[in-house]
């Protein structure tokens, strides 16, 4: 360990929390490393070197304003500041986003059906239940939102919220997709019991890597949170 580097509380993701199962959900999980970054209210980016554990105490480390959380001894999650903040997506109205939930393609197959974020078998109170499906495109890029009824709000849950929108923009019905990086900047608590609506925008793709955007605002048309990802392409195999 680097002699400036000091140690911090451990990291559990609890299983309610996962993602594919087995592992925890990339937005939660790298929003509560976020929560470790002395960041003023500003951006956290958040790169996931391996699929976050669950229900098991990581090792967190702090060198430089950089947090890292470690597992196995290996690198999980790496948290800093963003030098740029995200520019997020416009969004839609609410009806349209009730709407576009009703043609969300996981409701016929999801890759990962548990998910906390935006998985169908999820009851309602327990996953987030964001459903997005498309819209119409943005600068002739994918779009698609969903509403999301708002119920416990911390920072973790709307880097959750945050997360798979952008996925399903980048057609995760076509090809199974992982978070590899996040940058979210949340502005706001969510009003429980409130409906909120949340977009996503694909961004461009290099090979197997997918750029996108999200945004979460609130029933006023106010920005909750914004983020950009980088997500990985996978094979199936890898989650059989």
């Not at 680097?2 to 911090?8: E, G, K, V």
């Not at 016929?108 to 239940?129: I, N």
Request: with cysteine.
């Amino acid at each position: 360990m680097n002699p400036s580097s000091s140690t911090l509380e451990a990291l559990v993701v609890p299983a309610r929390f996962n993602g594919p199962a087995g592992s925890g959900n990339g937005g939660w999980s790298a929003g509560a490393l976020a929560a470790y970054v002395d960041a003023d209210g500003g951006a956290v980016e958040v790169t996931l070197r391996q699929p976050p554990p669950l229900d098991t105490p990581m090792e967190v480390v702090e060198d430089d304003g950089v947090v890292t959380a470690l597992h196995e001894g290996a690198p999980a999650l790496v948290a800093r500041r963003a030098t740029l903040a995200p520019e997020g997506v416009a969004a839609v109205s609410t009806a349209l986003a009730r709407e576009a939930a009703t043609r969300y393609p996981g409701l016929e197959q999801h890759p990962f059906p548990t998910c906390f974020s935006c998985g169908t078998a999820r009851e309602p109170g327990d996953g987030l239940r964001i459903f997005p499906g498309r819209v119409d495109d943005l600068d002739g890029r994918p779009r698609v939102a969903a509403p999301w009824v708002a119920g416990e709000a911390d920072l973790r849950v709307v880097w959750a919220a945050l997360d798979c929108a952008g996925a399903w923009a980048a057609d995760m019905e076509d090809r199974m997709m992982v978070l590899g990086r996040m940058t979210a900047e949340v502005l706001r608590t969510p009003v429980a019991g409130e409906e909120h609506v949340v977009v996503g925008l694909a961004r461009g793709s290099e090979g197997r890597k997918h750029r996108t955007a999200t945004t979460v605002v609130d029933p006023r048309g106010a920005v909750v949170g914004r983020a950009e990802q980088v997500w990985i392409e996978v094979s199936p195999d890898a989650f059989a």
